[in-house]
Structure formats: C-alpha cells, structure tokens
C-alpha cells in the first residue's frame, strides 16, 4: 500500500520526483477516476516536462487541452486553464499536467514534444491563448482575418454578423 496521493507506487513515485524536482512550482495534486493532474506554475512547465520525459520516462505527448474556466472563474481559479496528458509507455502510466494561463503567454513546449506544435496552434486559435516561443503560432483552423476565438465561453453563440 502507498501513502502518496494516488495510492499506487509507480505514479507515486513519478509524482514524489516530480515534486522534488519542481519544488515550490507543485501547486497541488488531484487524483480522481484514476488519473493523477498535478498543478504547476507556468513558469516551471517546460522544466517539469523535460524531467518527465527524460528522467521518468512520460515521452509521449498524448493530447494538449485548453480550458475556458468561464469569464468569472471561482476563486482561486484562473480563467483559462491548458492541461498537458502526458504517457509512459513502458510503464503504462499517464499523469497530466496543469497550467493556469491568466493574461501571460505560457512557455511553448516544443522544443521538449515536436507534437505540441499543432495543439498549441489549435488552442491558440481557439482559446486566444499564447505560447511564448513557439516556432510559428499562428491559427491552424480559422482564416486570419477573423476576429475572435469561438472556444471561448464569451464568445456569442450565434457567431458575429
């Protein structure tokens, strides 16, 4: 039996590396329906992804998210929240990371996953939010002249006229 946060030893152990690695960045950890989502400070992603790839073993991407959180998120919740669904193979574990973007770009990962590319797009056009590096950020699916982004909960579902 583990006395981490999971309650099983091999995600505890990644999460236990992570925590040590990343220090004060941890803002939390939530293990709920059998996943494990650790909260980050922005500005200690790329190094806590890095660390998991290389030193835990989560090398796949699996899927970025961007979250609206609502134009008058709770307190202490950001308004848009970008979750990070990272995977070990070998292993057979996930552990997703999240990262609250509250009016600053986030820090582009990649240059750690090369299949960030796409979905930082995708959640820049859809979201508006900003990925600082990023090799060419710019709107995947909606022409560039339009105005908006329609993911976003304050945008006006019947479209603009």
């Given amino acids: 039996m583990s006395d981490g946060p999971t309650g099983?030893?091999?995600?505890?152990?990644?999460?236990?590396?992570l925590a040590?690695?990343?220090g004060d960045a941890v803002l939390g950890a939530v293990f709920a329906k059998?996943?494990?989502?650790?909260r980050?400070?922005?500005a200690a992603l790329v190094a806590a992804v890095a660390f998991?790839?290389?030193?835990?073993?989560?090398?796949?991407?699996?899927d970025m998210i961007g979250l609206d959180n609502g134009p008058?998120?709770?307190?202490?919740?950001?308004?848009?929240?970008?979750?990070?669904?990272?995977?070990?193979?070998?292993?057979?574990?996930?552990?997703?990371?999240?990262?609250?973007?509250e009016g600053e770009a986030l820090p582009s990962i990649v240059g750690v996953h090369k299949?960030?590319?796409?979905?930082?797009?995708?959640?820049?056009?859809?979201f508006g939010l900003r990925f600082e590096g990023h090799p060419d950020l710019r709107r995947i699916y909606l022409d560039p002249?339009?105005?908006g982004h329609p993911l976003r909960k304050d945008f006006p579902l019947q479209g603009r006229g």
């Fill in 52 to 62: 998991l790839k290389a030193e835990r073993g989560f090398a796949a991407l699996s």
């Fill in 40 to 42: 980050l400070r922005a």
């Fill in 34 to 38: 059998g996943e494990l989502t650790v």
């Fill in 115 to 126: 299949a960030a590319d796409w979905a930082e797009r995708e959640i820049f056009d859809m």
């Fill in 20 to 22: 040590a690695h990343a």
């Fill in 72 to 101: 008058a998120p709770g307190e202490g919740r950001a308004r848009f929240t970008v979750l990070y669904q990272l995977y070990n193979r070998d292993a057979r574990l996930r552990i997703r990371l999240a990262a609250d973007a």
């Fill in 145 to 147: 002249s339009f105005e």
């Fill in 8 to 17: 099983r030893p091999d995600l505890d152990a990644a999460y236990a590396a």
